[in-house]
């Protein structure tokens, strides 16, 4: 058995030089990795490199590696991880093989979790790494589909990884003081830094052809790519949030895919998980992606505001991202000022009951989007609109009262109030009359002043309507308690009856019982 094994090695190796001469391709590199970066790429024993192949255009002389010791044990130590000719040292001839060698000298992956291993190494990659954004950003010929695949081999082999949740306290699942968590960091970003940088200059490059680089730029790298949002680390989400934006730009062809890659990803947030360290960024690149919608927008775009943007404010940690969120909302008013109701009628449906700082937050935006609605619009869904202000305005949190008394200090709002008056006025008044006679807050208290003031000089007649109308239904209400209270008086009274006639009898039952027995 062991000679048919060695009979076999000398084959191998001549296919391998055969395959070097020729310029084929099916040779290896290796990849050096551990600790949580390797789950892809193949794990060694503790303090050692682990080793995986993968096809390279070119020999592993080729791309640095001069030699390989192979240990009893099984453990592959590499005696020597060089650094590769500068492109300003070879002819304009050999570049683009330099280039590809290089692209495959990136592609080793270091663990970085113990900060002493393997520094020569990687200090070595480091540099190559800014090498090739120097040779992209430069790059004066379209890339060929051999480079293409390279490159798109490289980056996936360093940004693609399985992503390790840190453990956090339960407040941060809420949502709660999110601003002040550290936030955590990838210790490998002193290389991640650098392939961000190149695909970004890769993707933005004139000589990157969207036609041929779409067919390794596909639906696949481009999931692989979302997925690297859930990084806890800010600066790697901040990368590729323009990176996901300049492929949008780019691969037109993806763009449908994109969209449904970010409508699945809300989905699973919003009805299954209510965790994703990067709903934020995906907002904003939506809110770019919302505003070069053209008009009149498609049914899809409808849809996918109301069964995903909107259903967005369900989560506890609406804080985290709701800024953009409103920003995406308001384009979609923009565009379309007929979906307002649509808008309107959605925030009603998901409004914080007892979460105040949320309901602070609804009403932010609440005026944002009127802003952009237009009267048709308006009336069409003032009548729950402001019952459930005037909720807010009995509300006991001060912020709440007083952020839905600013409402009147919008002039567009105001007019839209004031053209619509007859309806709104007796739905609130209760509310501001109240306010006025015993809210324990005095900002509100003068607030809601200034808005009596506005009704009355406005519409003095209306306004003593209501007035009339708000104290005949407080007499009734106060009838109604009076004739609750009398009834309540009245059961208990018969109640009373009722238990002493109950212990008068049992206590004639006692006496006869007592007397028989004698």
Request: glycine content about 4%.
């Amino acid at each position: 058995m062991l000679k048919q094994i060695l009979s076999k090695l000398p084959r191998k190796l001549s296919k391998t030089a055969d395959s070097r001469e020729h310029g084929g391709n099916h040779a290896t590199y290796f990849s050096v990795s551990g600790g949580s970066r390797s789950s892809d790429l193949g794990t060694g024993k503790s303090g050692n490199l682990s080793v995986s192949p993968f096809p390279a255009p070119n020999s592993t002389e080729d791309v640095g590696w001069k030699g390989a010791n192979l240990k009893p044990s099984g453990n592959h130590l590499f005696s020597f991880y060089e650094a590769l000719p500068a492109f300003k040292d070879v002819p304009a001839s050999e570049k683009q093989n330099l280039f590809i060698k290089k692209l495959n000298l990136c592609s080793v992956v270091f663990d970085f979790t113990d900060p002493t291993k393997n520094l020569k190494e990687k200090e070595i990659k480091r540099q190559t790494l800014l090498e090739l954004v120097e040779y992209v950003t430069s790059a004066n010929g379209k890339f060929l589909d051999a480079v293409l695949q390279e490159i798109v081999k490289m980056i996936s082999a360093n940004l693609f990884r399985s992503l390790t949740p840190q453990p956090r306290e339960n407040k941060v699942a809420d949502g709660l003081d999110l601003e002040e968590e550290e936030p955590s960091m990838d210790p490998a970003w002193p290389h991640l830094q650098i392939v961000h940088e190149f695909l970004l200059r890769f993707v933005a490059s004139p000589e990157t052809d969207a036609k041929l680089a779409k067919r390794y730029v596909d639906q696949s790298f481009i999931i692989n790519l979302l997925d690297l949002f859930d990084s806890e680390d800010p600066r790697e989400r901040e990368y590729l949030k323009t990176i996901l934006h300049r492929i949008y730009g780019k691969f037109m062809v993806h763009r449908p895919f994109i969209r449904k890659a970010l409508n699945n990803i809300f989905f699973r947030f919003i009805f299954e998980t209510e965790k994703h360290n990067g709903i934020a960024e995906l907002l904003e690149i939506l809110g770019s992606i919302i505003n070069g919608f053209a008009l009149p927008l498609k049914e899809e775009h409808k849809v996918f505001l109301v069964r995903a943007l909107i259903p967005l404010h369900k989560p506890k940690c609406l804080a985290m991202y709701h800024q953009q969120l409103s920003y995406c909302i308001s384009q979609f008013v923009e565009k379309d000022g007929k979906l307002a109701d649509t808008v309107i009628r959605g925030l009603l449906k998901y409004w914080p009951i007892t979460n105040s700082s949320k309901e602070v937050m609804f009403l932010n935006e609440l005026e944002e989007v009127l802003e952009a609605t237009q009267p048709p619009e308006f009336q069409r869904c003032m009548v729950p609109l402001f019952r459930r202000i005037a909720h807010c305005l009995n509300s006991l949190h001060f912020q709440v009262a007083e952020r839905a008394l600013f409402l009147w200090n919008n002039d567009h709002i105001e007019n839209l109030i004031i053209q619509n008056r007859k309806v709104i006025l007796p739905i609130i008044f209760p509310a501001l009359d109240k306010n006025a006679r015993n809210h324990w807050n005095q900002a509100v208290h003068s607030l809601t002043l200034n808005v009596r003031k506005i009704f009355y000089d406005l519409d003095p007649e209306l306004y003593n309507e209501c007035l009339l109308k708000f104290q005949e239904d407080e007499s009734k209400e106060d009838e109604i308690e009076v004739r609750r209270e009398a009834r309540w008086k009245r059961l208990e009274e018969l109640a009373e009856k009722k238990a002493s006639g109950s212990e008068a009898v049992l206590v004639s039952h006692k006496a006869n019982a007592n007397g028989s027995s004698g």
